[in-house]
């Protein structure tokens, strides 16, 4: 047991309240974060008189050293240690002695570890964010690709009217545009320096926090130290921008789903992204796209975990806020990974365009545009929604779509039918005469792809 306090006892602590208070196990995740705050604090101390100078470069060679070890497995990250502040401060002075008992001077293990989690946290904003570019652009390819490629859109899961695989893209690149978007928000609004908040009530040390948060990327200081160590709604914030993330992939992991299965067969994910069954030889499963559409369920987990962790802690650092770093770490990692397999799945699939555009055909999606044009022809829209639905039911009843009537058989529900009718419900007039922005049509999306592009450009 390794710790770095303890004047105050007169005896040991219990092993298990030694374990059950250590975090040594999933906080040693930052540790290059915690080096970095370190090096970041004693330029400050040195540069406002607290340090020589000498004691500064001793502080700075000893952390780059334990760093360097760490890296090379000569110096292992143990259980012996409390925390990874206590592995780093306990090692510093092992090497150099008594400058590395100056190392924590004017600071408090609570506005390190704020400051610790935030830079980590920081980091996978980013790093999310690049994740979700990439599938941006895996989705726009698909786009460009399949302006034309006709598909029937859904409504309650019943056949509505005809779009193209494009337009059905598009509306899953806006979902994951917004979190990007979303991401870059909660950066705005997280990237400010909690460290010099002291245990909570700042510190008498002459600290220029101005210098350290600048030092380490931030926009400027945290402006109060209660705050400062207690907030953690930053992580918050970037759960639930990561829950929605999941949400979307779970609602197209679900399309991908039904898409693949074997009724639909829109189309076939490739053999690398598919699983097989133990015991049926013709099975070939959607494994990946399911799995995503599970760990959702974690993901909600860690922003409700943590709602209702920091929700009864009076100011200011309290011990429960340990609990913020697994559940979100196991977030980060479920998410990230979840945006890298879903953007492998969805590059390497394949779209059956010719069973699309069947079905699209084959469940008169070209109604609506069917009364559209008797109103064309001076039928009230009411009167026309009734006449087109009469001739549904004598096409289901045939087994035949509206477009294999003969013109005969049309004019025995109106006498406004011509041939014109034919080009009027063609799959092709149904969807590219829809022109407005953000409809289907190929002019229409041709738009909407030279947006996307000038927004990954960014
Ligand atoms: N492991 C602690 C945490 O994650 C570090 C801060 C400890 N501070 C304290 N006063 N015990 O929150």
Known sequence: ???????????????????????????????????????????????????????????????????KDVADGKLAITSEYEDIHSFVEANLIDRIGDPGKKLHTGRSRNDQVALDMRLYTRSQVEHTKDLLHHLLETILSIMEDNTETIMPGFTHLQKAQPITLAHHMGAYFEMFKRDVLRLSDIYERMNYCPLGSGALAGTTYPLDRDYTAELLGFYGPTVNSMDGVSDRDYLIEYLSAMSTIMMHLSRFSEEVIIWNSNEYRFIEIDDAYSTGSSIMPQKKNPDIAELVRGKTGRVYGALMGLLTTMKGIPLAYNKDMQEDKEMAFDAMDTVNGCIQLFDGMLETMTFRKDVMEKSARHGFTNATDAADYLVGKGVPFRDAHGIIGRVVLYCIDKGIAIDDMSLEELKEFSDVFEEDIYDAISMYTCVNKRLTTGAPGKEAMETAIASYKEFLKK
């Open 1 to 67: 047991m390794a710790q770095l306090w303890g004047g105050r006892f007169t005896k040991a602590t219990d092993q298990l309240v030694y374990d059950f208070n250590a975090s040594i196990g999933f906080d040693q995740r930052f540790f290059s974060e915690d080096i970095m705050g370190s090096k970041a604090h004693v330029k400050m101390l040195a540069k406002q008189g607290i340090l020589t100078e000498e004691e500064r470069d001793e502080i700075l060679v000893g952390l780059e050293g334990i760093e």
